[in-house]
């Protein structure tokens, strides 16, 4: 698989220190984005994507955190 790095515009939200802080607080944090007109991307230190549990815990078994919380800007906001 071929990746590659892309530049995007976002709002920052918040910054999980860690997978207690992502537990505790990602739904007061982030659950208030209107999950149909908003893109929420969570972020680990390395540049991946954490979207499920799984990749929340393979982040905090793997040292991966912080994971920042993303708002995606539109082409129609600027």
Same mark, same amino acid.
């Given at each position: 698989?071929?990746?590659?790095?892309?530049?995007?515009?976002?709002?920052? *939200?918040?910054? +999980?220190?860690?997978?207690?802080?992502?537990?505790?607080?990602? @739904?007061?944090? *982030? =659950?208030?984005?209107?999950?149909?007109?908003?893109? &929420? &991307?969570? &972020?680990?230190?390395?540049?991946? @994507?954490?979207?499920? =549990?799984?990749?929340?815990? +393979?982040?905090?078994?793997?040292?991966? +955190?912080?994971?920042?919380?993303?708002?995606? *800007?539109?082409?129609?906001?600027?």
């Amino acid at each position: 698989m071929k990746t590659e790095t892309v530049e995007i515009k976002a709002e920052k *939200i918040c910054k +999980f220190e860690n997978f207690n802080s992502w537990v505790n607080h990602a @739904s007061s944090w *982030i =659950g208030v984005y209107n999950k149909l007109h908003d893109t &929420i &991307i969570c &972020i680990d230190k390395n540049g991946n @994507s954490c979207h499920i =549990g799984k990749q929340f815990m +393979f982040a905090r078994d793997n040292d991966l +955190f912080p994971v920042t919380a993303y708002r995606l *800007i539109k082409n129609t906001e600027i």
